[in-house]
């Protein structure tokens, strides 16, 4: 009886070895892991030369001076190639640490863009129409990203046994994680004879125009939020 308990352990000790054997970090995890180690004094980076000279002109330079800075990521380059919002949308795509897959995923989207444009620059024979057409893809992403933020949202608040739903606002960096979320959602949503990037420019073409599936999101939102206005002194009491 004594043995066969031996044995139990062992095997479970066997599987235990091999699990964590089975287990390869990946460069993203390992990066992540070693810039955990740095305590919240420590600020993040401000490599981008833009970013540097804001500071300067408005005199806040000085106040980073002395103060503790983290390493900067192996993603994030003074590279005039280099664009933040870029950067999260893919961290926003990649699954189980695939960011090549989902790097490649943005440059076929961003190709796509520039293929729909250029095709609708060229069909148009209005040259007032034509100067309306945007052809940089980058900025057209960052116009629908601006396009399909949310201002306000509810937020559930019990008072006296019943819950309401009370509009407040967004912070801004939530304003951009959501109008990434729907804008790849709605990428998601396509027909099954349909790649992804192709349905994803879409609708980043569709939002910076101001219309489109995120856009009506937003709008719901914005109209759920006037609906319940009556119940907005509820986030101060």
Known sequence: ?????ILKHCSSFQRLLTCSNSFTPTP??????????FPDSFIHP??????????????????YAYLPVKPARTTET?????DDLVDKIINHIMRMGQKQLARNIIDKTIQTIKKVQLAKYYDTQDPEERAKIILNPWELLHKALENSKPFLETTPIKRGGHTYQVPVPIREKKQQALA???LIEAGKEK?????????????????ANGTGQVIRRKQELHKKCEANRAYAHYRWS
């Open 1 to 5: 009886m004594g043995s066969l308990r």
């Open 28 to 37: 993203s995890t390992i990066q992540s892991r070693r810039y955990a180690i």
């Open 46 to 63: 401000i490599f981008r030369e833009e970013d540097q000279r804001k500071l300067i002109e408005s005199g806040e330079a000085a106040k």
């Open 78 to 82: 003074a590279s005039v190639f280099y």
């Open 180 to 182: 990434i979320k729907w």
């Open 191 to 207: 027909e099954d004879d349909m790649r992804f990037f192709v349905k994803f420019a879409y609708e980043i073409i569709e939002a």
